[in-house]
């Protein structure tokens, strides 16, 4: 008898194992791919006619493309923080991150990763981070371990892009490490020319007092003068690790490289990997295969290149028979820049002006990247889930700042009062179920904030130079360029949408 007992235990566990082991391959995989800077009108599926984007193209076809959908901020560090955390980035102060940033929130949050960590999920970050790294109040010692960072925010492993490729330090971190860093030449990095100067290290030139030392391209302004790098202007001042010193014509060949390794290592158990690429960020420096693939300049053709990125991705998932079992969205940071400091050869000026010849990365929207207008957060914006999302396109209203909510549902996580404050749930509208999406959407940009009701788009605050511009309203259907501020005309909804959007602001 007590034989017979063990072996239906041991029978029963077997089962049991199996069972457990047949869930977790059913498992999706999800892979965010998020550009950089890449504008509404800057993929062939949102209506790009020069710049040639197939393999986005292919993933909008074969998944759902949304026409409203939109990142929290229109700029980058505080879409992204919202992404990562589901909080607006206004509610602690977050803006652009200079060099030597420490971590921009606790570690103790709840994070998009540690989302996924609880659910069984390996996770990976690779590509761009810029959002800080170290302690604050403590100057980040880039040659022993950096952090806290990623590692210690839900990801189980990082490569990573420290700030972004316009700042120092141009190296590559991959988890707590420098990449190829020798002691011999030690990295410092500050603000100020002064204190990386004298360490008996690597010295770079002073884009301020040497602009002849950027020769990859000329700098339009001040931002862009620091050390340079690669004949380079960067923001901010480093000396030393000149043996980690990114190429950066091969910085996307680097990081397809590293997601394909992380593909590879991790296809056997499900993973949820944020691929955060430079592309098409300033400074511009595609690939010499691809340059001089598209008529609008170095940005045109990293954007070619960000599109062979997307594809070499897919192709990795085919690869290893994960294509059907993996959820992929695709998106951006904030809308389009252009030049942005550097003489690139995006712009050019002939007799009407200074114009981009005729490609517009907004497309029909006003504004880009900096700018609280559809054009500085309305981007391009695709799920796809073969099998689970019908192809398509929709219109329902959708932000990123709604994912941790949403995966939290997915998994049947519960989320507390105080966590991920600002995101909701919003995956039946990702699944292609909700054709509505969001009764609501919030917008900011430094001190400019927006609320989006429907047709209605109501801005508040100060624009450049702390000057206030009064409330705006538009109403998108009828003006989606905002155009015509039609908020003297409606006071009624101007109280209504200001009242709402006074409450959204001052939620506890």
Known sequence: ?????????????????????????????????Y??????????????????????????????????????????TPSRYAMMTGVHAFRNKVNILPPNAPLTFPTDVLTLPKVFQKAGYT?????????????????????????????????????????????????????????????????????EFAEVQGKNNTEYENGVTNPEAMTYYRNTGNQHNNTVVNGIGRIGYMSGGQSALWNDEGMADVFVKEVKKYIKKNRKKPFFLYYSVQDIHVPRAPHKRFQGKTELGYRGDAMVQFDWATGEVLK??????????????????????????????????????????????SGIYRGGKAQIYEGGTRVPFIVKWPGHIK?????????????????????????????????????????????????????????????????????????????????????????????????????TIVEEMHEKLLKIIHKK
């Open 1 to 33: 008898m007590n034989n017979k007992f063990t072996i239906v235990v041991l029978f029963s566990m077997l089962i049991a194992t199996n069972l457990a082991s047949a869930q977790n391959t059913k498992q999706p995989n999800v892979i965010i791919i």
């Open 35 to 76: 550009g950089d800077d890449v504008g509404y009108g800057d993929v062939g599926a949102y209506g790009s006619k020069m710049i040639p984007t197939p393999n986005i193209d292919k993933l909008a076809k074969e998944g759902l493309r949304f026409t409203d959908g939109h990142c929290t901020a229109a700029t980058c």
């Open 123 to 191: 996770t990976g970050v690779i590509g761009k981070w810029h959002l800080g790294l170290g302690e604050k109040g403590v100057y980040t010692d880039w040659n022993n371990e950096v952090k806290p960072g990623p590692l210690e925010v839900g990801f189980d492993s990082c490569f990573l892009l420290p700030s972004t490729n316009d700042r120092v330090p141009c190296v590559y971190l991959e988890g707590h490490k420098v990449v190829g860093l020798s002691k011999k030449d030690p990295l410092y990095v500050s603000r």
């Open 316 to 361: 990795t998932l085919e690869k290893y028979g994960l294509s059907e079992n993996t959820i992929v969205i695709f998106s951006s940071d904030n809308g389009p820049a252009y030049d942005n400091g550097y003489l690139d050869g995006t712009t050019i000026t002939d007799s009407y002006g200074e114009n981009d010849r005729g490609h517009d990365a």
């Open 391 to 491: 192809p398509g396109v929709s219109d329902a209203v959708v932000s990123q700042i709604d994912f941790i909510a949403s995966f939290s549902e997915f998994f049947n996580q519960e989320i507390t009062e105080n966590q991920a404050r600002d995101s909701r749930n919003s995956l039946d509208a990702f699944l292609g179920i909700d054709t509505k999406g969001l009764l609501y959407l919030f917008e900011e940009h430094r001190r400019r904030k927006a609320l989006r009701i429907g047709d209605w788009k109501y801005i508040i605050g100060a624009a450049k130079k702390r000057k206030d511009l009064g409330p705006e309203l538009y109403n998108l259907k009828l003006d989606p360029g905002e155009q015509n501020n039609v908020a003297f005309l409606n006071p």
